[in-house]
Structure formats: structure tokens, C-alpha cells
């Protein structure tokens, strides 16, 4: 093994491999250019399954879809929304900044295949009342009250400014409404995505960005650098306490608050304990182990 030294002199230990084992750990459901069928049919499995749980929670918190309008706020590769499309709903709409179900490029076509296999919902351009736009979450075009249940999953890490983010998916549910926020945090073992894993295990939680980019630099040369802080830049470092104190001043009920543990992450922790030792200042090993949090709301009547 070899080491880094950070600024403060403190020595981390390199692991070679690490950043490969991670990365093939969890099978990826972003279809890529060589994927075979069987590839396919196990994202769109796995898609479709993780939809199917959404809609069982929120039948449990509003009994049930019929007649409900659903806004779906970064709603990626559309496949949550198809999925819904299939209820009882009123109406489905899926807001992004882009919307590759719809691109024609080669990477819109491979949403697409992922996409005929996720439901009997066509894919063809939205008709009736199943909507998608290409729209800044901060910035939502609705009138106040609009939906009665809106969700957003694996997106609040990405999205700036947050704050207004949440204020505005507040606004556009209807008083009494429901919101579900499944959020990717931060300094879990994956929650800084691809581009931040590398042979220390989770630099992202013990090196300043400018650390980090010297780290790669060294490792990996300056272009994939500057790459890969430039991704970590647009992510919301936050703490698991952070992420709680800004959904408690979203003014909302909070109806249930629920943090899944990740057993990979106890694994390797368990070959790293010397990680613990290392943090950054305020991040804590609740952080290193909890990859999801999911919260559901409720919007107070008279909530401005």
C-alpha cells in the first residue's frame, strides 16, 4: 500500500483496486452503448421494481391514486413516471433539465429500449395525461398548489441552489399534499458518484476538494482532474444532519424520516477502520454509512 499526505501531514493509506471493486459492485441501470439483452431486461427489472415499491408507499400515506396529480421533479430517464402512467392517476408529469426519452441521439435510444421494457406505457411522445417538460427545478413553472402528490428521487444531491429548490416543490403541492424525497447523500461510499471514487477509500469524506485534486493529478493526470472535481462541484456536500435541518425548515410535516444503512459500507469499514480518524470536520460515521435517506411530508394547510 502506499500513502497521501494531506495538507495537515496526516497520512492516508492508498488501497490499489479500490475504485475498480467499488465501481463493479452494483450492476449499472443506465443502459450504455454495448449493453446485451439480458443487461436490459435486468434494469428495466430492477426499475420497475423500485417503482412498484414507490407506489405501494404512497398508497400507504394517501390511500389511493385515483384522481391524483403526480409531479415527478428531475425525473431522469422517465421510468418512474411510465410506471405511474399505468395507475389510476389524474395526471403524471416529469420535469428535467433534459429529457433523453425523448433525444434523438444514441443515447436517447438506448432510454428508450430500457424504457419499452419497464411497462406497457408507450414511450411515444405524451399524450392524455401524461406529461414530461424540460424545466429547472428551482424556477418550477406551475401555480401554487398544482399537484397533490410530488416526488424526487436520487436528484436533491444535484440540484442549486437547494433551498429554492425545496421552497418551490413545496408551493406547487396543494395544501394537505404529499411530498417524497429519496436523497443520495453525500458522504456515503457511492454518494459522490463515479467520477469522486478512487483508491482511498472515501477520499470524498477525508480531502478537501483541493487535496482530492491533487490526489488524481498524481494519479491520473490533470485533465481527468479537473473532470472529476468539476463533478463533485455541482453535488450538495451535506451532511445527513445538514439534510435534515433543511427539510425541517421546508415548513412541512414530517410524516416519516427514514435512513437505510449500507452493508457494503460496514464491510469495508471494517477493512478501513483507520478511515474514522481522517474525516472531514463535522462528518461523522453516520454519514460514511448511510446511502439513502427517504422522507415523507406533508404540507401544512395555510404553509406560504
Request: glycine share 8%; net charge neutral.
Amino acid at each position: 500500500m502506499r500513502e497521501f499526505t494531506r495538507e495537515d501531514n496526516r497520512t492516508l493509506q492508498v488501497a490499489e483496486g479500490f475504485r475498480q471493486f467499488l465501481l463493479q459492485h452494483r450492476p449499472p441501470t443506465s443502459p450504455r452503448a454495448d449493453w446485451s439483452e439480458a443487461q436490459y431486461t435486468a434494469a428495466a427489472k430492477k426499475k420497475r421494481a423500485r417503482a412498484s415499491r414507490l407506489i405501494e408507499s404512497f398508497r400507504h400515506w394517501c390511500g389511493s391514486l385515483e384522481g391524483v396529480a403526480l409531479l415527478d421533479v428531475c425525473c431522469g430517464d422517465g421510468s418512474n413516471c411510465l410506471a405511474l402512467d399505468e395507475q389510476p392517476v389524474k395526471m403524471v408529469v416529469g420535469i428535467d433539465l433534459e429529457l433523453p426519452l425523448f433525444a434523438s441521439t444514441p443515447r436517447g435510444e438506448q432510454v428508450r429500449m430500457l424504457a419499452s421494457r419497464i411497462g406497457q406505457a408507450s414511450v411515444s411522445p405524451p399524450q392524455g395525461h401524461r406529461h414530461f417538460a424540460q424545466m429547472d427545478a428551482t424556477a418550477l413553472g406551475f401555480a401554487d398548489g398544482t399537484f397533490d402528490v410530488l416526488m424526487s428521487r436520487s436528484a436533491t444531491e444535484h440540484i442549486r441552489p437547494i433551498d429554492r429548490a425545496l421552497g418551490e416543490m413545496v408551493r406547487v403541492v396543494c395544501d394537505g399534499g404529499l411530498i417524497y424525497l429519496g436523497i443520495d447523500p453525500y458522504f456515503w461510499l457511492r454518494g459522490c458518484h463515479k467520477r469522486g471514487v478512487v483508491d482511498i477509500p472515501w477520499a470524498h469524506a477525508r480531502l478537501s476538494l483541493a487535496e482530492f485534486r491533487r490526489f488524481v493529478v498524481a494519479h491520473e493526470g490533470a485533465q481527468v482532474a479537473l473532470e472529476r472535481c468539476r463533478r463533485l462541484e455541482t453535488l450538495n456536500r451535506f451532511t445527513v444532519a445538514e439534510w435534515r435541518r433543511r427539510i425541517e425548515q421546508m415548513g412541512c410535516e414530517i410524516l416519516e424520516w427514514r435512513q437505510l444503512w449500507s452493508s457494503l459500507g460496514e464491510e469495508v469499514m471494517a477493512r478501513h477502520p483507520d478511515v474514522l480518524d481522517t474525516l472531514l470536520p463535522g462528518v461523522t460515521e453516520q454519514d460514511l454509512l448511510c446511502e439513502r435517506i427517504e422522507v415523507w411530508l406533508r404540507k401544512r394547510s395555510g404553509h406560504v
